[in-house]
């Protein structure tokens, strides 16, 4: 396996994974993300140099989409605990055949791995059990559940990790 930053030349691979991962496009949302402070993208790839997954953030800031839902879930103390100074996980997605292998937990660490801010931030659904035990594993605690960033029946976890020890 080899890690590498994702690149203009993987936005295919990319895009193909997430559709067939989630069923929806993420290639224009990559492409606007890749513009933003803190971004960092990481990617796994397979011996032949196939992409078996990938994972970015970037910093969060106010004027940013998600940011904004963030920020109006929670509550002032909440928000400058972990909006304040954090980096955003924006997505994590691994080929459905190479799960369960350490791949996300690679990525994830090495995404982290330099970040200048005290805190980390993500969503994921509160059903995708998972998810949620890959980041527990990882010391990223519950911030707040649930949490509705869209449709009202799909409640998501926002969850947290602090990644400055001074902190």
Known sequence: MKLIKINEALLKQ???LYNNVWNQSIGERLKKHYT???YKGVALLNEVDELIGFAYGYT???GQYYHGLLSKALDPIEYEKWLSDCFEVV????????RRQGHAKTLM???LEGTERKT???TTQTD???ARSLYESMGWINVKEPFYPGVPEKP???MGRQLNADY
């Open 14 to 16: 990319i895009e193909q």
């Open 36 to 38: 933003y402070e803190g």
């Open 60 to 62: 969060s800031l106010p």
């Open 91 to 98: 997505e994590l997605a691994i080929d459905p055949t190479f």
């Open 109 to 111: 660490t090495n995404l």
């Open 120 to 122: 980390a931030i993500l």
């Open 128 to 130: 995708n059990l998972s």
């Open 156 to 158: 998501f976890v926002i």
